[in-house]
């Protein structure tokens, strides 16, 4: 076994801060730090829905994604400036929307739309993963925000989500990869989980040879600690923004 290259233990996750309120003309935001990656989440809400969803009394929460040129270590173009968005960005921004669609009630939520911009600031491994762990923290405050203006009756939540990376690499199984660990890795994945322990989605690959059974439920217990870390995080940042406004969380 060989020490990680940030020195951390194993089960250890990079610092994690969640700051509310950043975007301030936006229903809900966050900006979530994992370690140097920072993504900025703002929440919109508009009072209609998708043209397959009208008349069904449902409503709808998707997700944009996006990195700014220097958020790498070399310039990216601007996806806007090549005129189409990489099966990249498509993919995890599908996965953010799914994601934030598992835990919410849409037939609660009415005919308002939410969407979810993930902006990617910082990258270091993992922006899909905080990506998703600080949208729920906007989608969260954008509905509070809608119950306080009387649109809703509650909050349409059914649970909290929150995502992680895990990998293998030379010190064994380990939990949030940074670029580092990330780009070398023999194996990687992104566990996307609730609070009460349900799968919302898994992605897994080797790089290399493939990982057993073992291995995984190795990964998967690593995940399942990181993020009960990031369940606490979100409820003390939702807490903090609800208090700082007068409301009850």
Sequence with gaps: MTPRPSGRAVDALRPVSIETGFARHAEGSALIRMGGTEVLCAASVEPRVPPFLRGQGKGWVTAEYGMLPRATHTRGPREAAKGKQSGRTQEIQRLIGRSLRAVTDLTALGEISITVDCDVLNADGGTRCASITGAWVALRLALEKLVRNRVLARVPLTA??????????????????????????????????????????????????????????????????????????????????????GDAS
């Design 160 to 245: 909290q989500v929150a995502a992680i990376s895990c990998g293998l690499t030379g010190a064994g199984a380990v939990l949030d990869l940074d670029y580092d660990e990330d780009s070398t890795a023999a194996a990687d994945a992104n566990f996307v989980l609730t609070e009460a322990g349900g799968i919302v989605e898994i992605q897994g690959t080797a790089e290399q040879a493939p990982f057993s059974q073992a291995q995984f439920e190795a990964l998967m217990r690593l995940a399942q600690g990181g993020t009960a870390h990031l369940f606490a995080a979100q409820l003390a940042a939702v807490d903090k923004a609800l208090a700082a406004r």
